[in-house]
């Protein structure tokens, strides 16, 4: 001992060499205290070899196609993720999403709202304080929240609110189509003709026609900045340097609202937007948390309809026979198209076709299958419960797992849609078919398929189902029905090349395309001289 001293005198260790015990134990330290013990009731533990921020990284780097690495390596209905002193409950059982969903008090989604709201769209401590104040009901069936909640899904269930936005919508939508081609072939960017079509044409249909992408066209370009940064904004780190392209994007963006709300724009606008208005008076709401707001119901209406837009027409035209049975089904509910193809343009006289928006379930099986089977394959959204409370979940088996409140669960649409017990062996396929009634196969989404519809989590589910699906189902594939119909589309040069799906964004949705697709646009021989036109009834 006298020797190690005295050598402990006489050659001191430098900094760098006393460093890496000190990692060492402090890190040993570090895992003890915060790393969370993992009780034997609780989902299985998959680790990391990084202790408390391997995962971290990894959903930092990957996104959530890490959940999709995780399954591939060994399917698991439902496993914990440890990350600094968190619990992540991961489910991808069918059977236990259910049950999750039925259990709305203990397994809530509301706590994230708020920090979204504040995060995401830079809500204020005022704003926040008004939807959390009894956002669960806890103290009765008022509040804010409680409000808004009756308000977005009363105005965009079927019925006539609903009518009237999916007519303005489909009415630009058409207004846009009718000058495509006209004079000849044109060349596009798939995805950005898209995003610039749904922007200014979704805006109009809930805004008005004083929306303010309409009143200053540069904010469709500001948007999509904003939403391409949206992951640096949640994590919340001095979002102003670490994020600054999105922060000033959208701060603009909210100064835009801010000019719409004090002007009369709001007059014109759907009415979801009026009865919102009306809540964020009752509730004395300042005019930056309303403007704050109706940006996230900018980013509702828009986010995922041109990614979604994009890969339908893809798919369909990038597919000859896939385009040639949709084609079939279309010119057999609009009997003025085969007429119009026997003339082969030789008569130059307009003519207008009508499409029924009422028709598009109905008559339209395999294009809405198709929609389905794109949805499945693009969507890669997951979907979030906070543990308010230690929760039991038990299996049709039997099995049972404990949620530990503080907890959070996480169900990954992702890799639902790639699960091969729920979709069959050729869940690796693109099936247009796919949601196709077994008995009937000129009927879609039949009860026969529930089963296999219950596995789509493209909208979410249980109380948290989306309440813009009607809206976006209608405005998605009655476009794609009359550019079925009308036109042609070929890719620029040789033949299509289908582009990969960007998977490591932060999916709040579908997922976009790593690059766009240069396509060439026709009008369909015959149709030359078509207008189009959409009908509510």
Not at 124 to 141: L, S, W
Not at 377 to 389: K, M, Q, Y
Request: hydrophobic share 40%.
């Amino acid at each position: 001992m006298d020797q190690l001293l005295e050598n402990l005198r006489n050659h001191p260790p430098t900094v760098s060499q006393l460093g890496i015990p000190l990692f060492v134990i402090c890190s040993i330290i570090l895992f003890h205290f915060i790393n969370p013990k993992h009780d034997p009731d609780e989902p299985p533990l998959v680790p990391h070899a990084i202790p408390l921020i391997g995962h971290l990284i990894e959903l930092l780097f990957r996104g959530l196609a890490y959940f999709r690495c995780i399954s591939d390596v060994k399917y698991l209905p439902i496993y914990s993720l440890h990350i600094l002193s968190s619990r992540l409950y991961v489910v991808n059982s069918r059977e236990l999403v259910t049950a999750i969903e039925r259990n709305t008090k203990t397994l809530n989604f509301n706590p994230f709202i708020t920090e979204v709201f504040r995060r995401m769209f830079g809500l204020d401590d005022q704003g926040v304080a008004v939807i959390r104040e009894n956002m669960n009901c806890e103290n009765g069936d008022y509040g804010y929240w409680r409000d808004m909640h009756h308000v977005i899904y009363g105005s965009l269930a079927p019925g006539k609110a609903l009518d009237e936005m999916n007519c303005r919508v489909l009415d630009k939508i058409s207004g846009y189509l009718n000058d495509l081609a006209k004079d000849g072939e044109q060349t596009k960017d798939l995805f950005l003709w898209i995003r610039h079509l749904f922007t200014e044409a979704g805006a109009y249909a809930t805004f008005g026609p004083q929306s303010p992408f309409s009143l200053d066209p540069e904010l469709e370009e500001v948007f999509w900045t904003f939403e391409n940064n949206v992951k640096m904004l949640l994590l919340d780190f001095f979002p102003r340097f670490t994020a600054p392209a999105g922060y000033k994007a959208r701060e603009r963006l909210v100064a835009a609202f801010v000019k719409y709300f004090q002007g009369d724009g709001i007059n014109d606008a759907a009415l979801i937007v009026k009865e919102r208005s009306r809540l964020y008076r009752q509730y004395n709401l300042t005019i930056d948390n309303q403007a704050r707001q109706d940006l996230g119901l900018a980013f509702g209406v828009l986010l995922n309809v041109v990614p979604t837009s994009f890969w339908f027409l893809l798919y369909i035209f990038s597919s000859r026979t896939i385009l040639a049975d949709i084609r079939a089904e279309v010119d057999a509910a609009l009997p003025e198209i085969p007429h119009l193809l026997i003339q082969e343009s030789k008569d130059p006289t307009p003519h207008t076709i009508t499409l029924k928006v009422s028709a598009l379930r109905t008559a339209f099986p395999l294009l809405s299958s198709t929609y389905h089977e794109v949805l499945r394959t693009i969507a890669s959204n997951t979907s979030g419960r906070a543990v308010l409370a230690d929760t039991e979940i038990r299996s049709p088996s039997g099995q049972s797992y404990k949620l530990r409140a503080g907890g959070v669960v996480q169900i990954p649409g992702g890799v639902m849609h790639a699960d091969e017990r729920t979709w069959g062996d050729d869940v690796k396929e693109f099936n247009p078919r796919r949601f196709l009634s077994p008995k009937n196969t000129q009927s879609a989404l039949s009860d026969d398929t529930r089963a296999r519809a219950a596995g789509l989590r493209a909208f979410g589910g249980g109380v948290t189902l989306c309440p813009g699906r009607h809206f976006a189902f209608t405005e998605i594939v009655a476009f794609a029905a009359i550019m079925v119909a009308g036109w042609d589309l070929l890719p620029e040069q040789g033949e299509w090349k289908m582009p990969k799906k960007d998977n490591t964004r932060v999916p709040l949705g579908v997922l976009k395309p790593v690059n766009d697709v240069k396509v060439r646009i026709n009008r369909r021989k015959g149709l030359e001289h078509v207008s189009w036109k959409f009908i509510a009834g």
